[in-house]
């Protein structure tokens, strides 16, 4: 039995809504530069986490995740300034 990873699926839960968002945006409201960042930023988070898992290092593992948290706080405020913008 494989064991649970709550991490490992949150970001690709996450990655998935983020994806989907940018298709929205793109779609609907036409929006091609904010989504192109933001799907970079949110789904970057997953694929740092799992690097992390196979750091060479305690350091380079601190790092990858340091790194993962950078990529949040980059997603979150493209999400922030998206909700300030007018349609």
Do not use: W
């Amino acid at each position: 039995m494989e064991k649970e990873d709550i991490i490992k699926d949150k970001s690709m839960d996450f990655a998935i809504r983020v994806v989907n968002l940018c298709k929205y945006l793109k779609k609907e409201k036409q929006e091609y530069e904010i989504s192109k960042q933001l799907v970079r930023s949110g789904t970057a988070i997953g694929a740092l986490q799992r690097e992390a898992m196979h750091a060479e290092s305690q350091a380079d593992f601190i790092h990858k995740f340091a790194i993962a948290q950078k990529e949040c706080n980059i997603t979150r405020s493209i999400k922030t300034a998206k909700s300030h913008i007018p349609s």
